[in-house]
């Protein structure tokens, strides 16, 4: 079964709701503002995140997803009292009409934290004050009716039309008195301060046509609703609870029909599909029988929004910590990113991963990457292989990604490797304007263990005295920007992982401790059969290489180079270390050069040949 507003059966087709909130080929990002940990006695987290507006509107998000805004009982607001009250443990309503106004000013749309399933009472089980309700509000299968010490009385509400909740009341939403005062709190209050859409807690919990009703009253810019079930893997024994994948999206496509299609639904699916899959490497398991993927972005993208943790899910602050009931593997959360940013459906980012583990310049990459290419919430996806330990796709016609470390690369012409880290690869077709194919051949005898690396750049006084640069280690004025084309070498392509620059400073943020700058890979001209089973640079990522044409020991650095950060927009300069062995090379003295330097200059765009110590260089031509 798929897609079909109320639909019973996936051939009906019905109409959707008076409103329908959800806009298909949406290119909007979301990003989760705030964690677990975010509320405090201190109640500055408003301040924060305004003070974080400038870089979540230059990153590209459209939305941010605030945390629930009324008082409340507990700390972190998923237990409210008084709705009307917007004064929390985030911040004063002051602060956050104020954050609002700011995000507003830089084109970012606000989300309020809708948790309506349930309600604590105020001084009592069963008392609502700030709006009050009397207490025909609560189910009438609710654990707190004759409960002892509870002042439950009266005339009962009409049964809960979801699951339970034992930590608070579970409201009724049927009670015409209900909707009126949760649409007044909606429109007044919540718009009062300036929000502009709705996320949904708890859905599970109350009937979905609920959520239409309050839709259609609000006219959100964007509704998103939590229905996070227990997920069964195909060929895993359950409990009975639990549900395979095809039945588990099946119940988000199933509360997105009762909602009118008027919500889109977080894809609980994809998300744990993703956990697997990083868990085990068996990346079959995101590929259904038709071909599609297997989440809810597999029968309606438009309405599913994609993510790699949130603050249930995942940790707050350093790995393991805050709730962290089912998180992506640690060390793999940027190949789940580059899978929700190249897919379809809405994606969401996690606060955490962004702002406090060091992701943020690679997450927005991938952002800025997806709008720059046009994919949307209904962008198409053709599936190459999904297996153990590689899954490869092509996204309309103008993406390629994978994740694994298998080897893969997009087929035919005209692909560019624009983003890479560990085990994850994104390429555009297409060229990109000012990269161009660049490579370093540079002879020097290794020893088993032993590794080459190159630094290089631009000279800090000669661009501060020619190029008006005030270069330093951390703006990177001085460095070239590079992509890596060869990921294939399993030794070399963690150093490679966030290694953005040929620069002269070494380790850059998030690249392996291990490098000592930019990596190489060892090629040859020939492979004597004695060597065993011959490796090519193709498959392997070294070995045999049809650039070299001048024998063994000629490590190879491949890059897409930004040539528009060149001198003259040609030379850069370059030196060699053998990690574990020689060192450093000895300097040199080349003639021709557009200034004295004791490094090598090569030229961007080029095949350059070297010898490690010798001024002298091989040769420098135009690619074959």
Known sequence: MKKQCLALSVLAAVSCGAWAGVPENNTDIMLQGFQWTSASSSATWYNQLSANADEIASAGFNMVWLPPPSKAGSLEGYLPEQLNDLNSKYGTETELASLISTLHGKGVKALADIVINHRNGTGSWCGFANPNWSMQAITSDDEAWGATGSNCSGTRGNADSGGGYAAARDIDHSQGFVQTSITDWMNNTLKGVGFDGWRYDYVKGFNGSYVGIYNNATSPY??????????????????????????????????????????????????????????????SVLKDSSGKPQGAIGWWPSHSVTFVDNHDTGPSGTCGSGQNHWPVPCDKVMQAYAYIMTHPGVPSVYYTHYFNWGLGSQIKALMQLRKSEGIHSNSTVTIDRAEQGLYAAYIGDKLAMK????????????????????????????????????????????????????????????????????????????????????????TTAPWKANDQYLDWYGTEASQSTAAVGTAMDWTTNVWPSNWGAQKTVAVDGYGVEALNSYGQHYWMLDVQMDCSKAVNGLWFEFKTYIKNGAGWEANVSQSGTPYTSGNHFAQCGKVNVFQRGVSAPVSIHDFP
């Open 222 to 283: 964007f509704s998103v609703g939590e229905y996070w079930t227990s997920l069964c893997y195909t060929g895993e024994g359950c409990g009975s609870d639990a549900n395979y994948p095809d039945a588990h999206r099946q119940l988000l496509i199933n509360w997105v029909n009762a909602t009118g299609g008027t919500s889109a639904v977080f894809d609980f699916t994809t998300k744990g599909l993703l956990n697997k899959a990083l868990s085990t490497y068996n990346f």
């Open 403 to 490: 994740m694994g470390n298998g080897s893969w690369s997009p087929s035919g012409s005209g692909w560019t490797l624009v983003q890479s880290g560990t085990d994850w690869a994104v390429w555009k077709k297409g060229s990109t304007p000012g990269l161009k194919r660049t490579v370093l051949l540079v002879y020097g005898t290794t020893a088993a263990g032993e590794d080459m690396f190159v630094r290089g750049g631009i000279d800090h006084t000669y661009a501060a005295n020619n190029l008006g640069l005030a270069c330093t280690s951390t703006n990177y004025q001085c460095a070239i920007p590079i992509v890596h084309n060869n990921l294939r070498n399993t």
